[in-house]
């Protein structure tokens, strides 16, 4: 993330989405994840309403406001809408929009503009000092990497030095165009005098989703980058405050999941897969205005709200499977011991 303002930017008022389920708020001490086991029993059919009330409890528990849009892949593929809340309020997107812009930096890829083996300059003057991520702990610039090294970077630990390195290959006014041209006008970056950086702009619950739905559909980039792109999301080394903090290592690995945090905002956007590795699940919780705004770490409310619905949400699309779209399996990783 590059120095950015500390309001919020929220934009125009959403049309108001309905989230599905009743089931009151436990009583459990706020922001303590809730084991699964302990989820109420129920005879819900629709795998989205057993989601919707996971999401609905942790929510109220956590507090804030909360912009959100998630879906169930149906018996036919189709994504069936479980939660939207505020789902087309534009807010400030902060990290998740790392997606986009690496969206369109692959599509340079994908049109021979760019090559993962491209080495990017990396000066003092670009690295932001201080900042989240790798870069700024080297000290050995200037240096070069290459622009697959950037992109691991960006969507792993969500470097912000990889942000101004984006820019360097991508100005802000082509990242807007090219997304506006794949159907996002809301997913845009914020230009500033260089047009070589930029904010990382706003987005919705609604857009966002359609994005990671375009990715796994296969209609947002071509089938390596697709791949490209979605094995860095779902990387052991990628987001695990979150909705990932409480699984088993295979189980991460069925969740492809890009979080953003600034001021008192904690996002997270991303897909769960099924073992065979095909996409059923896609979330987006954007929220704001918890306790403890200068808590970054995994005892935030919100992280905490969606670390307890990680768990519960596989729990609750056990079984779904989607025969329309292909599996996407993650290759092997393991921890190595040198050598």
């Given at each position: 993330?590059?120095?950015?303002?500390?309001?919020?930017?929220?934009?125009?008022?959403?049309?108001?989405?309905?989230?599905?389920?009743t089931t009151e708020a436990a009583s459990a001490a706020p922001g303590r994840p809730l084991a699964p086991a302990t989820l109420p029993a129920t005879n819900i059919d629709f795998p989205g309403d057993r989601v919707a009330e996971v999401y609905r409890r942790e929510m109220r528990r956590a507090g804030g406001t909360w912009y959100s849009y998630l879906s169930v892949a149906g018996a036919d593929g189709a994504p069936l809408v479980a939660v939207q809340e505020?789902?087309?309020?534009?807010?400030?997107?902060?990290?998740?929009?790392?997606?986009?812009?690496?969206?369109v930096v692959l599509d340079k890829v994908d049109k021979g503009l760019l090559k993962l083996t491209d080495r990017v300059e990396v000066?003092?003057?670009?690295?932001?000092?201080?900042?989240?991520g790798i870069f700024s702990l080297d000290g050995a610039y200037p240096s070069s990497v290459t622009l697959g090294?950037?992109?691991?970077?960006?969507?792993?630990?969500?470097?912000?030095t990889a942000v101004r390195l984006?820019?360097?290959?991508?100005?802000?006014a082509e990242v807007n165009r090219v997304l506006v041209e794949k159907g996002f006008p809301n997913t845009q970056v914020e230009p500033v005098a260089n047009p070589n950086r930029f904010f990382l702009g706003t987005s919705t619950a609604r857009e966002t989703h359609d994005l990671l739905?375009?990715?796994?559909?296969?209609?947002?980039?071509?089938?390596?980058?697709?791949?490209?792109?979605?094995?860095?999301?779902?990387?052991?080394?990628a987001f695990n405050d979150g909705i990932r903090r409480t699984m088993s290592s295979a189980q991460r690995g069925r969740v492809a999941t890009k979080a953003g945090w600034f001021a008192d905002a904690r996002h997270e956007a991303g897909i769960m897969f099924d073992p065979a590795g095909s996409p059923v699940l896609t979330y987006v919780m954007f929220s704001d205005g918890?306790?403890?705004?200068?808590?970054?770490?995994?005892?935030?409310?919100?992280?905490?709200?969606?670390?307890?619905?990680?768990?519960?949400?596989?729990?609750?699309?056990s079984g779904v499977t989607n025969p329309a779209l292909p599996a996407r399996r993650v290759p092997p990783q393991r921890p190595s011991n040198g050598g």
């Open positions: 993330m590059v120095n950015r303002r500390t309001a919020l930017g929220i934009g125009t008022a959403a049309t108001a989405g309905a989230v599905l389920g505020r789902a087309d309020t534009v807010v400030e997107a902060y990290s998740v929009n790392k997606i986009a812009v690496a969206t000066s003092t003057a670009i690295v932001v000092a201080g900042g989240d090294h950037v992109l691991a970077a960006l969507l792993t630990v969500s470097d912000d984006c820019g360097s290959v991508c100005p802000a739905q375009a990715l796994v559909r296969g209609t947002l980039l071509s089938a390596a980058s697709t791949t490209f792109l979605l094995n860095l999301l779902r990387a052991p080394i918890q306790a403890d705004a200068d808590n970054f770490g995994s005892t935030h409310p919100a992280v905490q709200a969606r670390a307890a619905m990680g768990p519960a949400f596989l729990n609750a699309i």
